[in-house]
């Protein structure tokens, strides 16, 4: 290790919490993450680790951020937005994805967090907010944010993934959003997911953001959440796929492109076929159920979403303003992925981004041409 690691190393062991129950790390520049991340897969406590970005762009360089956690018990957290406040310089968090940015520079994958190992029956959970992901670039996908946990529960909350390629993936995996959870639950909420392309060597395209497991359990719940996905390059192409058994919850989205339900292809085993409750999405087309039970499917939508080109949020002219489901299943944060209130309005809109300010309502026209 050279000189200028070690100390990197050093200074980040300084802040982590003399708490045996939670380990945190204060994070401040590239060296320092990879410190933390090596700390995290050398470590062999039980503790609750943390990682603390502050609030500025970290670049990968030509190496991606990745971790195999090691930790027999304990719970593994990557959030952003972090600043200054009595006693740190990560004590006061802003909830705004747009504040930390993790950016590969068409250069290499992002981030990776895996686990494949616990002690006894431990369910540790790999959870990962506020944060953007951008610009991973490698041959096969994943590229943006893979998580995989054999043994826990996945949250992602309040991520932007954008701008991720693959260009002759050898495995059929998720190219921004990459979500495997052996056996638990898998939550993916608020988060705004675009402009991301992939495609399999066999010579068809991968989803943006896909949903598996590599066993078996039809009592999990897996939730789709308050997310705009857009797929690229043009909305005939895959959105999200989610294959598994259990109970797929899909909830407030806009889903513009292909969206897939199905059955476990992994080999785990004969699944039985996933239960599918969907409620109150904007679709671009309808979903292929393929070995999957359409349990719930109320208040979806084809209508075209209205959204700004730019930032992807609705527009005020939107039909998606206060349409969503109020208090929907496995539940929503508080705020949006641009740290905006959830709920503005009435009811609570569909997508990842809440519209703050009162929305254009339609011009009635009568039967005589007068408004």
Known sequence: MNRFATAALAALLMLVAAD?????????????????????????DTSVHEIRLTQRVFFTGTQGFAVQVSGPTGDTVISGGWSAGASSACDVQT???????????GTSSVLSVRRNSVSGAATPLIRVANLTLRNGNAESAPVGLNLANSFGSIEVDNVIAHG?????????????????????DISLRNSL???????????FPLSSVLFTSLSLNSNRNWYVTNNTIVAAP?????????????????????????????????????AVDPLVRQLFNNLASTPLT????????????????ELDPITRALLP???????????PPGGVPALDAFGQPRVFGIFIDIGAIELQQPPVLPV?????GFE
């Open 364 to 368: 009635r026209i009568f039967g005589n």
């Open 193 to 203: 997911i675009y402009d991301n392309v992939g495609n399999f060597i066999g010579g």
């Open 290 to 305: 393929d070995r999957a039970t359409l349990v719930l499917n109320q208040g979806n939508s084809f209508v075209e979403p």
């Open 95 to 105: 909830v705004d994805a747009r504040l930390t940015v993790l950016d590969a520079q």
């Open 234 to 270: 043009s909305q005939a192409d895959s959105a999200l796929r989610i294959q598994s058994d259990g109970n797929f919850w899909v909830i407030n989205n806009v889903l513009r492109g292909a969206v897939a339900y199905t059955s476990s292809i992994t080999g785990a085993g004969a």
């Open 20 to 44: 045996a129950r939670a380990a945190l790390y204060c994070v401040d520049n590239e060296a320092q993450l990879r410190a933390a991340l090596a700390t995290i897969g050398s470590s062999f």
């Open 164 to 184: 991720h390629r693959a260009v002759a993936s050898q495995f059929i995996q998720g190219v921004a959003i990459h979500l495997d959870s052996s056996s638990n």
């Open 317 to 327: 002219s939107s039909p998606l303003v206060n349409a969503g489901l109020g208090a």
